[in-house]
Every structure is written in C-alpha cells, then in structure tokens.
C-alpha cells in the first residue's frame, strides 16, 4: 500500500487539500482530529493534561478548554514539549492501526494528514511526503482570517512550528496554494492522478513479490529433491 504523508505549515491549506482528496474518493486519516478524540473526558491522554496544566484549562462540562492550552502552549516551548509528549505517542499509535485497518480493508492508499509529520517520527512511516506551501504573509493572513484572531495569537502559533520553508526540503511534492482555490484544484488533480498511477504500480508489485518468493521457494524444494533422488 501507498502511504503518503500531507503536511504543510499551519494555514497552509493541508484541510483544504485533504478535502478535496477525500472528496476525489482518497482515504484520509486526520492527525488533528485523532488528536481531539485522544483528550476527549475520560480518556488517559485528558487526565494527564488535567494532572500537568491544572484544572484551568478543563471546562466545566469536564471537556478540554482548547482556547486555554493553546495560549499556554503556543508562547512556551517547555510546556509545548509537555503537551507535545503527552498527545503525539497517542496520535501516532491510533495513526498506525488506522493505516494497518485501510490495508486490511484492501486500499491501495492511504493519505496521513499530519501538520507536524516532518517534526515527529511518522515521517519515516511514509514513503511519498506532500507539503502545501504558501509564504508566511499569506500564511498569517489566511490563519487570522479563518480563526479571528489577532496579529500577535498568529505569529506565535506560526513560530511554533518548523518554517515552511525547511518543511519543503523533506518533500518530494510540493502544492503551491499561493494561488486560487482553482488553481489548488487544478494542482491537486495532477496530484490525484500521480497517487493513483504509483498505487498501483505498489500494489502489483506487492503481489508479485510473495509470488516470486512462492517460486523461488518452490524451485528450491524441487533442486533438494533432485539432488536426493540423483544419489547413487
Ligand atoms: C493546543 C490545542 C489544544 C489548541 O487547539 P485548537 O483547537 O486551537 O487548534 P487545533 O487543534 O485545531 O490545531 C490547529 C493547528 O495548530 C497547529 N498545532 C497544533 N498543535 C501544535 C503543536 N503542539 N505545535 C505546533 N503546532 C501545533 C497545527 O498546525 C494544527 O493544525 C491543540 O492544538 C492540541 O491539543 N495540540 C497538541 C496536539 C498536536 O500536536 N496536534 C497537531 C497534530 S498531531
Ligand atoms: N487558495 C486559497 N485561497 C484563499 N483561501 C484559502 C486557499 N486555500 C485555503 N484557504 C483558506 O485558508 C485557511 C487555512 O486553510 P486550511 O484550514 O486548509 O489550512 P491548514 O493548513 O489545514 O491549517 P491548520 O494547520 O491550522 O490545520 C482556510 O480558511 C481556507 O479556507
């Protein structure tokens, strides 16, 4: 099975682009939204970060105050790291089964999306890494546009991530949104095109090597019963 990596730097685009590959028919597995459901009440993932950042950031229907560990978390690097530590083990177990359940149900690809794959270790579980670029400017714009948040909420959420710009040297495709939403289409297209082109080359070829292993098996039993029967 193809498994691709998407990411990008935040407000980038990787929802947009994962929504119109979803759309296209392509399963996508969202680390965001496997994120939400590991600290959902009830859940050890919830009672850690109830244990380290206090009750302040729980609401009062016991759910997690996102509002309130986000502005903890996007201006200190320690207890990002914290968070970082209690959540992403999490994430990228539930990650792995998922992948393991799409190649079970007989997929020929699964796309991860995963705004911090190249940071974390789920980089070296994907053979393809896309990245949605767009400059920083757009980038801030887009992200105070989407969410109304200030100049100041922007830049710290932006600076706690890796600048898009390095993201880019681990891609081996990169989707410029610096453009229109038609022009995103036109890119994810040929995108769409070039998955499933490589999927299925993966796919007969993960066919014909246990096959090949079956004759090369096969051949070797036959050469042993030679040698056997040819002794005098
Ligand atoms: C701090 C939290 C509660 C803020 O929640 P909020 O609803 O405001 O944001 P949301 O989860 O939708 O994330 C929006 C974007 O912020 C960025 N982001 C989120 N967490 C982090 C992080 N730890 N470091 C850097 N960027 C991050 C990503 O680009 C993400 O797509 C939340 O982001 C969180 O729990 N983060 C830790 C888990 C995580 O790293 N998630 C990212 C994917 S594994
Ligand atoms: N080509 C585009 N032109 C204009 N707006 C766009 C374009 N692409 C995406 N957007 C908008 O920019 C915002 C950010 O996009 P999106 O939510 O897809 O980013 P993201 O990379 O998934 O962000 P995050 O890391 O926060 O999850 C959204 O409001 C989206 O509608």
Redesign the pocket.
């Known amino acids: 099975m193809l498994v691709i990596g998407l990411t990008g730097g ?1 407000a980038t685009g990787k929802s947009t682009v994962s929504n119109i590959l979803k759309a296209k028919g392509l399963p996508v597995v969202d ?2 939204i496997i ?1 939400r459901q590991v ?1 959902e009440p009830g859940t050890p993932g919830l009672a850690k970060i109830r244990a380290h950042f206090g009750d302040a950031v729980i609401q009062k229907d016991g759910t ?1 105050d ?2 309130a ?2 502005s903890i ?1 996007f201006n200190d690097k320690k207890q ?1 790291a914290k ?2 530590s209690i ?2 083990p999490a ?1 990228q177990k539930a990650m792995f089964w998922e992948v393991v359940k799409h190649w079970f149900r007989g997929e020929r690809l699964c796309v991860l999306d ?3 794959l190249i940071e974390g270790p789920l980089h070296r579980m994907v053979g393809n890494i896309v990245v949605v670029y767009c400059s920083e400017d757009t980038q801030l714009k887009r992200l105070m546009l989407r969410d109304g948040s200030s100049q100041e909420d922007a830049v710290s ?1 932006l600076r ?2 890796m600048p898009i710009a390095q993201k880019m040297a681990y891609a081996n495709i990169v989707v410029n949104n610096s453009g229109t939403r038609e022009e995103l289409d036109v890119q994810v297209d040929g995108l769409v095109q070039s998955l499933n082109k490589a999927a299925g080359w993966t796919w007969r070829l993960s066919w014909l090597l246990p096959l090949f292993a079956l004759l090369a098996g096969g051949l070797a039993v036959l050469w042993r019963v030679a040698i056997a029967t040819s002794r005098l």
Do not use: E, F, T, Y
């Open positions: 935040i680390a965001d994120a600290v997690l996102r509002k560990l986000g978390i990002r968070l970082n959540v992403h994430v995963v705004p911090l959420r706690s991530q």
